[in-house]
């Protein structure tokens, strides 16, 4: 039984390395509008007009071995790897040659595609193989791609993977400063949950109103609307939310924004002056 599955295995794999082969054309047997020399050089228009069109062609087309063989081509000539993406997205999810998709993604994973090592990171947590997903996407995160930070930091926070949660705030950091509305999305809900620290309010209601069309975002806004500290902020209730930040109960103490929000209140300039020294001889006391 055990020679048999080997057979299988050994039949399988050179199959799908004939399939890979067939990919591989030498420029002279390309269409004609692609033809080019290996010291050609593409301008990046011509190089996107090509795999837009090319593209389109896969998925229109009755046989597909062409625009395949011409987006293989394309990504040797350049090493763009968005038509090996693209390849690979076809095998895998819109053809009945899955086997070819995975090893597709598998060979831009090698070459350090972002899109292939977020996909096979999906496909390796299908099958419960943590270590590999966490490596796969840990190598996209490297690059900043924004897919693999998010579902990084999703995973540390659901338990998949055993990192502390501090590193999922780190990941969604990254990506929300990048403008990523999923990761500011994600960093809100971890700056109000409670199992993470005192929660972040304000902070929070400021990252989703970066990411007004979004929908989930503005799902979150109305439910921070109702949060007692945010209310303070948007009624301008400097002197409550001082007491919010000196104190530190409802939300993470911080003596720099408790004075702050001092000054920026209605109170006499004597009054201030005698408050901000309550504040500091409070955090003393504490220290």
Do not use: W
Request: proline residues 3%; contains cysteine.
């Amino acid at each position: 039984m055990l020679k048999l599955i080997t057979i299988i295995y050994i039949l399988l794999f050179h199959n799908i390395l004939y399939s890979m082969e067939i990919f591989k054309i030498a420029p002279s047997q390309l269409p004609n509008d692609i033809q080019f020399e290996e010291q050609d050089s593409l301008s990046p228009e011509r190089e996107k007009e090509l795999i837009d069109q090319y593209k389109k062609q896969l998925y229109q087309s009755e046989s597909y071995l062409v625009p395949a063989q011409v987006l293989f081509a394309l990504f040797e000539k350049t090493g763009n790897y968005t038509p090996l993406d693209i390849l690979a997205d076809f095998f895998y999810e819109n053809s009945n040659d899955m086997e070819l998709g995975l090893a597709l993604y598998q060979q831009g994973a090698k070459v350090k595609s972002p899109h292939c090592l977020f996909k096979l990171a999906r496909i390796e947590l299908s099958s419960n193989n943590t270590e590999n997903a966490f490596d796969l996407l840990r190598t996209g995160a490297r690059q900043f791609d924004n897919y693999c930070l998010c579902m990084l930091a999703q995973k540390i926070l659901d338990g998949t993977f055993k990192e502390h949660h501090s590193d999922a705030k780190k990941y969604l950091m990254i990506s929300a400063q990048q403008g990523f509305s999923v990761a500011i999305s994600e960093l809100a809900t971890y700056l109000t949950d409670k199992k993470y620290g005192p929660p972040h309010y304000i902070t929070a209601y400021s990252l989703l109103l970066t990411i007004p069309g979004d929908n989930r975002a503005q799902q979150q806004l109305r439910k921070l609307e109702g949060n007692k500290i945010v209310q303070y902020y948007l009624n301008h209730q400097y002197l409550e939310l001082a007491g919010v930040f000196a104190i530190g109960k409802e939300a993470p103490q911080n003596t720099d924004l408790a004075i702050s929000c001092v000054r920026a209140s209605t109170l006499s300039a004597k009054a201030k002056i005698k408050l901000i020294k309550e504040i500091q001889e409070l955090t003393s006391r504490e220290q």
